[in-house]
């Protein structure tokens, strides 16, 4: 534009003839505009404004000549001086002009580049949204309940009659809070009095926080993470909070849906939701809270500190896991972020939490080489069907994770003498991948049965009791405690125990042990807990307890 402003210039006064010389003392002023024309009025018609603006100013910086005198060269350089002056303020002019309009034309421009841009951000947005509407369609498909009360899916609806047999009813229940069975869950009313909020965690996409609802009901609270690098990251690329909060969710509504079809035992509760798709009602569009029965996180740490049988009874719920999930209603599915963070304790319950990595889909191949599993110091290759897909991709990858974060922590240390046969066999074939899901949950269910009914006791002789006095309905006081590890009690030594007589081989182990006594109480395999003690001071009633006394170490009454 500036360019073409200075093309013009001379156009406008360079049309004239400007030539000072000649000039009479009169101030006839010759040119095209025709001789004889006044100077002092530069009024030609044919001239615009800027030519008779020049004219002025031209004449107004050359002196008229004195009668018979002539102009001198001083007066020329003036006027020429004056010119250029002129002619760089017309210039300036034209450019600041210039400049205005591109500047109008330009925030026209840049109005119509940003609307362009936000509605091409939009698209790309809404395409993310439709990419996670179709995962979550598989999720739809219609299930029964056999009779052990696991979903099964059903397989006689052909692939074109599955969009006409989506399960739009659950769907309605996960997003809009709708549905027979919503009517026993929690919604957004449980939130009203929420008291005592404590974070437990976060992550890229949610955050978790620790809750008691009005009553004092402990629940767990999945919500969006708002400071999340996922909505962090999608607000910066998308320019659109709601819409992105709207993406993001679907990770959650997706969870929701998989609690919903992957009930187990060994996995988290889903007591309810809260949810804002519809908006209004308090709640803004697009959040969603997702309520959980409240766990308490796995901390490894403190887990190995614990006895043997707890231990084993993490493992054990693990692989019940692996197994259903190796026959889900939505086929083998695969943990694919498998760590212990992942799942929590309720009761001391094992029970997987987050179900946001998990897949369900077969690994297609054409050769064996397309079918391997890499570890960090491990690599396996497993069969390619017949099918084109690998055999039992995800069970055996579930089993070795199992195998490497769990079993080699928690299973061989302090297991009883009589199951460490078993034991060393589990860690073998799992962790060479020798066995498949149905065979390593038959092992672990072999030891449970020897561990509960006590036959891997039966190398101890009941003549072991011999040496101990028991008093029956009787308790100790008084105690002088010693501790052991693992023991269910910090102050002293507590173990559990299936009977007396192995209560009496432990008591006989330790040096320090001259008395034990049998609680009512009992661990979750039934075994009864057995505190172990040194001495005691005296013996008091008690219809649930048994004090089981070294005989040497009996009081004896004295002879008369």
Not at 168 to 176: A, I, K, Q, R
Not at 254 to 273: A, D, S, T
Request: aromatic share 6%; hydrophobic share 35%; net charge neutral.
């Amino acid at each position: 534009m500036v360019l073409e402003q200075e093309k013009m210039l001379p156009r406008l006064i360079g049309s004239r003839s400007y030539e000072l010389t000649g000039h009479t003392s009169k101030g006839e002023f010759p040119g095209s505009c025709g001789a004889g024309a006044s100077v002092e009025r530069c009024s030609c018609r044919n001239w615009s404004d800027s030519e008779r603006l020049v004219c002025r100013l031209r004449l107004s910086a050359v002196p008229a000549a004195q009668d018979g005198e002539t102009p001198g060269m001083g007066h020329s350089l003036r006027a020429a001086a004056l010119l250029a002056f002129v002619v760089l303020s017309v210039l300036v002019s034209l450019l600041i002009t210039s400049v205005k309009q591109f500047g109008s034309g330009s925030t026209r421009f840049s109005n119509a580049t940003d609307e362009e841009e936000l509605a091409a951000l939009r698209r790309a947005l809404d395409l993310q949204l439709r990419e996670r509407r179709k995962e979550i369609l598989p999720l739809l498909l219609p299930y029964d309940e056999n009779k052990d009360g696991v979903l099964e899916e059903v397989h006689h609806f052909s692939e074109l009659d599955q969009i006409s047999v989506l399960d739009f009813s659950l769907w309605n229940e996960v997003t809009l809070g709708s549905g027979k069975a919503h009517r026993d869950r929690m919604g957004c009313e449980s939130l009203m009095d929420v008291r005592a909020a404590e974070v437990l965690g976060s992550g890229y996409t949610k955050l978790v926080v620790k809750a008691n609802l009005a009553g004092g009901q402990p629940v767990a609270l999945k919500l969006v993470n708002e400071q999340g690098i996922d909505m962090s990251k999608c607000v910066e690329d998308f320019k659109d909070p709601q819409g992105c909060r709207e993406l993001v969710s679907y990770k959650l509504q997706k969870e929701m849906l998989l609690l919903q079809r992957l009930r187990h035992p060994n996995v988290i509760k889903l007591k309810g939701h809260c949810s804002g798709v519809q908006g209004g009602g308090g709640v803004e569009k697009g959040r969603v809270t997702v309520i959980l029965e409240q766990g308490t996180p796995l901390q490894m740490i403190q887990l190995l500190q614990t006895p043997w049988e707890d231990r084993f009874r993490v493992c054990l719920d693990l692989v019940r896991l692996l197994h259903f999930l190796s026959r889900s209603p939505l086929g083998s599915v695969g943990l694919l972020d498998f760590q212990p963070r992942q799942f929590v304790t309720v009761s001391g319950e094992l029970k997987l939490t987050d179900l946001d990595d998990i897949s369900a889909e077969e690994t297609a191949c054409r050769t064996d080489a397309d079918c391997t599993l890499q570890f960090l110091h491990r690599n396996f290759t497993l069969p390619c069907s017949s099918r084109g897909v690998c055999e039992d991709l995800n069970e055996k990858r579930n089993i070795y994770n199992a195998y490497r974060f769990f079993f080699t922590y928690l299973l061989p240390h302090q297991a009883p003498p009589g199951l460490t046969h078993l034991v060393d066999h589990i860690m073998n074939t799992t962790g060479e991948l020798k066995a498949n899901i149905n065979q390593t949950l038959e092992a672990f269910e072999h030891i449970l049965l020897l561990y509960k009914s006590g036959l891997h006791l039966d190398n101890l002789h009941p003549s072991i009791l011999r040496d101990y006095t028991v008093m029956r309905a009787m308790r100790t006081s008084g105690d002088v405690e010693y501790r052991c590890w693992p023991s269910y009690s910090q102050q002293g030594c507590v173990l559990s125990v299936h009977s007396a007589r192995e209560a009496a081989y432990i008591c006989n182990s330790h040096s320090q042990c001259n008395s034990f006594t049998l609680t009512g109480q009992k661990t979750w395999t039934g075994r009864f807990l057995a505190s172990f003690r040194s001495s005691f001071g005296h013996l008091v009633p008690n219809g649930a307890s048994e004090v089981y006394v070294k005989r040497s170490k009996v009081h004896q009454p004295p002879s008369s």
